[in-house]
């Protein structure tokens, strides 16, 4: 079964910047596209950024372009979103997810962690 754990979330400032981190456990991370996701309180859950198996091929969200960088390590299971320039509006639960193709759809699923932007 796979497993999916983020960490580094937490509460930062306008125009700081966040690391978030996922590790992915029970299957091959490699055979896997991988993707960020965020959902605000109430609101509807929203794409971020995803990354192809090898790591060579991205796609962003572009309310995230040029702020947000998506990357892999396929030899430590994890997927890591860097985060600069951070909004209020970036605030939400980010969830990891796995899955078959870059503009595909995703299934399986981390439980999230929460990013906080004080104004």
């Known amino acids: 079964q796979v497993q999916l754990v983020e960490s580094g979330g937490g509460l930062v400032q306008t125009g700081g910047s966040l690391s978030l981190s996922c590790a992915l456990s029970g299957r091959t991370f490699s055979t896997y596209v991988m993707a960020w996701f965020r959902q605000a309180p109430g609101k509807e859950r929203e794409f971020v950024a995803a990354?192809?198996?090898?790591?060579?091929?991205?796609r962003y969200a572009d309310s995230v372009k040029g702020r947000f960088t998506i990357s892999r390590d396929n030899a430590k299971n994890t997927v890591v979103l860097q985060m600069i320039s951070l909004k209020p509006e970036d605030t939400a639960v980010y969830s990891c997810?796995?899955?078959?193709?870059?503009?595909?759809?995703?299934?399986?699923w981390g439980q999230g962690t929460q990013v906080t932007v004080s104004s």
């Open positions: 990354i192809s198996r090898s790591g060579t091929n991205t």
């Open positions: 997810a796995a899955g078959g193709a870059l503009w595909g759809s995703f299934f399986y």
